[in-house]
């Protein structure tokens, strides 16, 4: 067959409104996926890639002939299943056609994310492109379409298109359910952040230079007819962005982004219907009545708690049978040649609408009703908590295993563990603070830690982290009590801070010689000093390092002596035996010792003699085979509480003892 060069620019401009359309999904993709939180981005992308797929195979398989076949009572066509064709017009609107239908179903998957089934939203898809889809648009745009006959008008499809896919979605989310979260307890509706709004104002614009195909190729050719529709599809749009701007100033006191950009949209789908027989002034009242509509059916949803993600059932659904009606109220009866006069026309467009809707609507939920009771569409709530990136596809982002390292380490308080600092990534950066963070905290818990160990045994210290109560008995240590003698009276010559600081030196020295014969230091008392010996680690040897300790701090206070020219003495006390250990109260505790042995070894340093050791019999029993200890006993030495007692003063051999 011979083409004209009329035929070949139509067949042209079809085949580039069909290009039009289809980067319209593209559109669809950006918008949802945007408006919809990091967690669930990846699914809600991939939906609209697989539903344009399936719907595609849909429409060529049987849904081009159930709806351009040759129809049967005006209900549903009967051939060209399979779609083959070598006419060129033929071929170029079937590929027009089905991008249409690809449209509306994806419009299905923006109000029903982050909850539904991957699975479940596949086989709503193939229903929706193999029967719905076809079946609405025989009524209306094929011929023999018994919505056609009566003049039913619907140029590019505000309902065919738009009321279907909002139809679906509307049913898809009454039994789906809201968001976990979405609406608080008292009421109020909890606005979910968007992953990338920016992501979804590009998808806006995409779908709006769509449009122009969309709306465009509806005529069939390059006609005399084709600028008033762009010119029309182009004010509607701007008047429904313009309406909202107005609205969110008004009401919310802030430009509300998705409002705006759904506003936008509702304007495009209001105008769809008609935009081939209204004029200019008319087409900005329709766009503005569109952003209105959006606002009120939002609201509404809101009221009615029903969740729609995206503002897919407002924008669609809302503005679609609003623009199908303007057809009866704006349009020019003699473009819309159906022989209805105004009145007429806007009832035959109202049957439309409530026919149209209602068959899909009652379709569409009696199949995801049993669809839900035996199989369930809705994801497991961990799953929803967890995000559909990973639930359904298993498909981490950065961000994702950002989250895991952090829910991993406050579960485990592992402060070694770290997140990744992968370079030219927003999560890179965050885990790179995060990092720096953790190191701050691991640092900061072990200078804490450090000051708990040097206040209480290590051992105790771990116990108290934990929680545990304190209580320890010990078999046999040694106790040193060591008192500062001639420094009450020194104190009554100096100032506080000289007072403290000399303490101070002087008892470092004896924790340092503590340390070094493995002794724990339990506490100062005024200018008395309290250790004990074997409570670090058990020895048979705690009597002998009490002893030579007790030996090294009688040398540190006579080199502080000479260093300072002090004249200051030490009292030393020593008894071993059993003791009982523990920490009392909920602050400012301390971990001390209780026994009779304790009480000894006190009195041992309170009844003893300057500058000299005093051992009680018990820890003389100990040491007494030391070759290199000279004893010198002390016969009925008055002990409080335990009458008369032999006890022992001990030195170096080398020194002389008087």
């Known amino acids: 067959m011979l083409l004209t060069s009329a035929d070949n620019l139509d067949l042209l401009w079809i085949l580039i409104c069909a290009i039009l359309v289809f980067i319209m999904q593209a559109g669809f993709m950006c918008i949802e996926a945007g408006a919809t939180r990091s967690k669930n981005n990846i699914n809600t992308a991939l939906k609209n890639i697989c539903d344009f797929g399936i719907s595609i195979i849909g429409f060529w398989a049987c849904g081009y002939g159930l709806f351009l076949g040759t129809s049967y009572i005006g209900i549903l066509g009967s051939s060209n299943f399979f779609f083959s064709s070598v006419e060129p017009h033929k071929g170029a609107w079937f590929v027009y056609q089905a991008a249409f239908c690809g449209a509306a179903i994806t419009i299905v998957s923006g109000a029903v994310a982050e909850r539904l089934k991957f699975s479940m939203y596949l086989i709503i898809t193939a229903v929706g492109a193999t029967l719905l889809y076809p079946l609405i648009a025989h ?99 701007a008047s429904g962005l313009i309406s909202t701007i107005i609205i ?153 295993e950002l989250l895991t390292v952090m829910q991993k380490q406050a579960t485990s308080r592992d402060l070694s563990l770290r997140a990744s600092q992968e370079p030219f990534t927003q999560a890179g950066r965050i885990g ?37 109560e304190i209580h320890d008995n010990y078999e046999e240590v040694s106790v040193i009590f060591i008192d500062l003698v001639g420094f009450t009276k020194l104190s009554n010559t100096l100032v506080s801070r000289r007072i403290v600081s000399l303490l101070n030196e002087i008892f470092n020295c004896f924790d340092k010689q503590s340390e070094n014969f493995k002794i724990e230091k339990i506490k100062t008392i005024g200018d008395s000093y309290m250790a004990v010996s074997g409570l670090k680690e058990k020895t048979p040897h705690h009597a002998e390092n009490a002893v030579r300790m007790s030996l090294a701090a009688i040398q540190e206070i006579s080199n502080f002596n000479t260093e300072n020219k002090f004249d200051l003495n030490v009292r030393i006390g020593i008894n071993s035996g059993p003791v009982i250990g523990g920490v009392i109260g909920k602050s400012r505790f301390m971990y001390d010792m209780w026994g009779d042995t304790v009480n000894v070894a006190s009195r041992m340093e309170s009844e003893g003699i300057d500058g000299k050791i005093q051992l009680s019999s018990a820890t003389y029993d100990l040491v007494k085979l030391l070759p290199d200890l000279k004893f010198t006993p002390r016969n009925d030495v008055d002990i409080k509480g335990k009458g008369k007692m032999k006890t022992w003063l001990v030195g170096l051999r080398k020194e002389i003892i008087k």
């Open 432 to 468: 790179v603070h995060y990092n720096n963070l953790v190191w701050s905290l691991g640092e900061a818990a072990k200078e804490t830690d450090d000051i708990l160990k040097r206040v209480l045994p290590e051992s105790v210290a771990e116990r108290l982290k934990h929680g545990s």
């Open 139 to 237: 009524w209306v745009w094929n011929e023999g379409g018994w919505l056609y006959q009566m003049g039913f008008i619907d140029f590019a499809g505000s309902t065919v298109v738009h009321t279907l896919g909002g139809s679906v979605a509307l049913a898809a989310i009454i039994i789906l359910g809201a968001r976990k979260g979405r609406f608080r307890e008292d009421g109020t509706v909890r606005e979910f952040n968007g992953s990338n709004v920016p992501l979804s104002l590009l998808g806006t614009l995409l779908l709006f230079f769509g449009w122009f195909g969309f709306n465009g190729g509806s005529s069939g050719g390059f006609d005399h007819n084709l600028s008033r529709v762009l010119i029309n599809t182009l004010l509607s749009g």
């Open 248 to 400: 969110c100033y008004v009401v919310y006191k802030r430009p509300h982004v998705y409002k705006i950009m759904n506003g936008l949209l509702g304007g495009l789908v209001a105008i769809t219907a008609c935009c081939h027989s209204v004029v200019s002034y008319e087409a900005v009242m329709i766009g503005f009545v569109g952003g209105l509509t959006v606002l009120f059916v939002e609201k509404l949803l809101e009221r009615l708690h029903l969740d729609d993600a995206v503002g897919a059932i407002p924008v669609h659904l809302g503005c679609g049978i609003w623009g199908t009606l303007a057809v009866g109220i704006f349009g020019n009866t003699e473009i819309l040649k159906t022989g209805h006069s105004g009145h007429e026309q806007l009832g035959v467009q109202a049957l439309g609408i409530i026919v149209c809707f209602f068959v899909v609507f009652l379709t569409s939920f009696s199949l995801i009703f049993l669809i839900n009771r035996y199989w369930g569409i809705r994801v497991s709530e961990a799953a929803e908590d967890a995000g559909l990136n990973v639930a359904e596809h298993r498909a981490n982002d950065d961000v994702e």
